[in-house]
């Protein structure tokens, strides 16, 4: 089968697209014909080393998939061959088959096309447990989105909306201000200008953000935490922008608010009952088709580094896929 291959840590323009040998399948196993892979901000990371957590060498980059069952392991029941799935994993999901627990698997419900099942759960998981369970988001509330265009800030223009909020996307370009107006953004700033919070002061009547989601850093975020309402809550999601920034204390202590951080690859072990309950409040948006995952631009597996790029660029609206099957 066709994979991509990480064998040293190195630019995208550097790994190889590589035959390699068809994974087998183990007890308690599924291996799955994979039709789309979606490429996020941390696969771009792990391919040249600079995530926090580091996979072994060689890899196969990819973390989220959907596809068909291919075969079953041993004590597997549940599945059939053949039936759509999405999942989750470290890594593998570009190549044309992979083999994951079948724990890990969700079948995609009628309607939802490979791509836009491949680019639902990690995002929007995110966005759902970082305003729900860390943000605790009212309706009626503030929400401003930063990177409100990208596969992570879409969601969670998308998913705030659903909460009752009302949102505000901060977006660089015009071109972006429009998506995340078109997919339910109640307003619009452009936080490169020097007067962004005077524009976000005049929509919110002086009240201020009651929940900021960042997943961009740099210097932005101290100055959305400057715009914060009183006991609002600054949601840590990322640092799309490249720098980490250092808050001043004594910011929450004048503006009453909260920094917390959202990190989805850790609440499967630390807190696994809001995983189950955020989960299946998505699974239940995407059946009653009220939560429509936003897929961008979508390239065929050998064109799998343009996605990358066309994602570190900061360019991209909505999540990168790569069509595989």
Known sequence: MK???????????????????????????VRVKVQAASIGFVDGLKVQGLYQTKDALPFTPGTEFAGTVDALGSGVAGLAPGQPVMGMTRSGALAEYIVVPASTLTAVPDGVTPEAAAAFRANYLTALYALSERGSLKPGEILLVLGAAGG???????????????????????????????????????YTQV?????????????????????????VSVQAFRSIAWNGRHLVVGFAAGKIPALPFNLPLL????????????????????????????????????????????????????AFKTMQTRAALGKMVVRIG
């Open 3 to 29: 994979a991509v291959v990480v064998e040293q840590y190195d630019s995208i323009d550097n790994i190889p697209l590589k035959d390699v040998a068809l994974p087998e399948v183990s007890a308690g196993q």
């Open 152 to 190: 992570v800030g879409i969601a969670a223009v998308q998913v705030g909306k659903l909460l009752g909020a009302r949102v505000i996307a901060a977006a660089s370009t015009e071109e972006k201000r429009k998506f995340a107006a078109d997919h339910g953004a109640d307003a619009t700033i452009d």
């Open 195 to 219: 007067n962004w919070r005077d524009m976000l002061k005049e929509l919110t009547a002086d009240h201020g953000a009651d929940v900021i989601y960042d997943p961009v850093g740099g210097e």
């Open 255 to 306: 503006k009453g608010g909260v920094l917390t951080g959202a990190d989805i690859a850790q609440i499967a072990r630390r807190e696994p009952e809001a995983e189950k309950r955020v989960t299946a409040q998505l699974l239940a948006w995407l059946q009653e088709k009220k939560l429509a995952p936003v897929v961008g631009q979508v390239f065929p597996l050998a064109e799998f580094r343009d």
